[in-house]
């Protein structure tokens, strides 16, 4: 296995070893890649990509009962190609784009049936990145730094020749201001729909450039830029609206996929790496996911318990924010054994110990004081060791939780304090 190296930054922990997570896969597929996922609520969304190297290139996914079943409706698809992106403007309306040369597709029934829309533009054009803010106006970008805009819903498009040379992700707040990303290592803002754009070149803490993936926002202030070179990859962080970015965080594994929720964030890398912030990115946890897979090419956060992610042919599920479950020690211990947290009374986060004598099915779940479920932090069969995990209280108040755990004929409960 080859061995990773992080390098860290001013204020920035990383805690890596041997770890486990609640991310649940849903969807194998045979070949095809998954590039992008999209939910338009808590039930409904979509995935999309395909393969460039088989003969069935196209693959464009559904579920209406939050990815418990993807139903593939590849074949609806009148061009056949990989596709990149996505966007759904309600639960039956959406746009995909990809390797279609001047081609997008429209659909209004939910991907039964599509009507094909043609882009101003050569043949060969790549569309990597697109967004639609309303039912009328939507953007679309990719190689060579073009950008088209739409008024209308695809009907008319007018296309921008930015300085960039390729463009791999979007992201608008509203018809005027967005922001895109390229592979030469800038950024750009619009604030009058793609008119005129600021651009800044962003290098990391030792002066080195980054295709820059994906940009996501918390809000209209804070937001994120991921990047990668062949070996490395970069985060980056506003709290201006981009008037300035600062690098957070450096890392030998190239980053390509980004998402948050209130402070929580995700950030997928190369070699099945997933990182977690639960502070805005001030200090991170790292897992490598238990599939034989590598590459986490897109991440999507409902909530703070709820979010999805994509694993080369894979989609993965997560309801308990993805929890760190980590071993610290692999000796068999005599018994199972829920140690008092530490530390308690806490704010805002307490560590749970535990220990397992034998591979067994275990949960671990903390109730309020009325007998509340609050979090389950670990559900799924464990290995011999001893385990740790966090319980971050995240918006709750003050008050008396109790962590219970059950294994097998096992049970205990941990009284713990949370004081603000």
């Not at 039956?92 to 040369?101: A, E, L, N, P």
């Not at 004598?357 to 007998?371: C, F, H, M």
């Not at 001893?386 to 097998?408: H, P, Q, R, W």
Request: proline letters at 2%; a negative charge.
């Amino acid at each position: 296995m080859k061995k990773i190296y992080f390098y860290l930054l001013p204020l920035i922990f990383l805690t890596y070893s041997s770890v486990n997570s609640q991310w649940i896969l849903q969807y194998n597929s045979d070949s095809s890649t998954v590039n992008e996922i999209e939910f338009v609520d808590n039930n409904i969304g979509f995935a999309v990509g395909g393969d460039t190297y088989s003969i069935v290139k196209v693959l464009f996914l559904n579920t209406t009962n939050g990815g418990n079943s993807w139903n593939d409706l590849s074949n609806n698809i009148p061009l056949n190609y990989e596709i990149f992106d996505l966007s759904f403007i309600n639960s039956q309306t959406g746009y995909i784009c990809g390797r279609s040369g001047a081609y997008i597709l429209k659909t209004t029934n939910a991907g039964l049936n599509w009507q094909t829309i043609n882009v101003p533009y050569f043949a060969n054009q790549i569309w990597n990145a697109l967004q639609f803010v309303n039912e009328n106006t939507g953007y679309i970008a990719g190689r060579y730094g073009m950008m088209a805009k739409t008024l209308n819903g695809g009907i008319n498009w007018i296309l921008f020749d930015t300085t960039f040379r390729n463009i791999y992700d979007i992201n608008f707040f509203n018809e005027n201001t967005g922001f895109a990303v390229d592979g030469q290592g800038y950024v750009q803002k619009t604030t009058d729909g793609g008119n005129s754009w600021n651009t800044i070149e962003l290098l990391d803490t030792l002066n080195v450039s980054y295709s820059l993936q994906k940009i996501a926002f918390h809000n209209q202030n804070i937001g994120f830029i991921v990047g990668a070179t062949t070996n490395n990859g970069a985060v980056f962080k506003t709290t201006n609206s981009g008037e300035s970015w600062k690098n957070i965080f450096i890392s030998q594994i190239p980053f390509h996929s980004v998402d948050i929720y209130d402070n929580i964030i995700y950030v997928g890398g190369q070699s099945k790496i997933l990182l977690k912030s639960t502070n805005s990115g001030s200090a991170w946890n790292q897992q490598i996911l238990s599939t034989t897979n590598s590459g986490i090419y897109s991440i999507i956060l409902l909530s703070s318990n709820t979010g999805y992610l994509s694993i080369n042919h894979q989609i993965y599920k997560t309801t308990n924010g993805g929890v760190w479950i980590t071993q610290i020690s692999s000796a068999i211990p005599d018994n199972f054994e829920l140690y008092q947290n530490y530390p308690n009374p806490f704010n805002p986060s307490t560590r749970i110990k535990f220990s397992v004598p034998q591979r067994e099915s275990v949960n671990i779940t903390i109730y309020d004081i009325s007998g509340r479920i609050i979090k389950t932090l670990v559900n799924q069969d464990l290995t011999e060791g001893v385990y740790e995990t966090e319980f971050d209280t995240e918006n709750l108040s003050s008050g008396i939780f109790f962590c219970k755990m059950t294994a097998g004929n096992y049970s205990a409960i941990r009284k713990m304090v949370f004081v603000k």
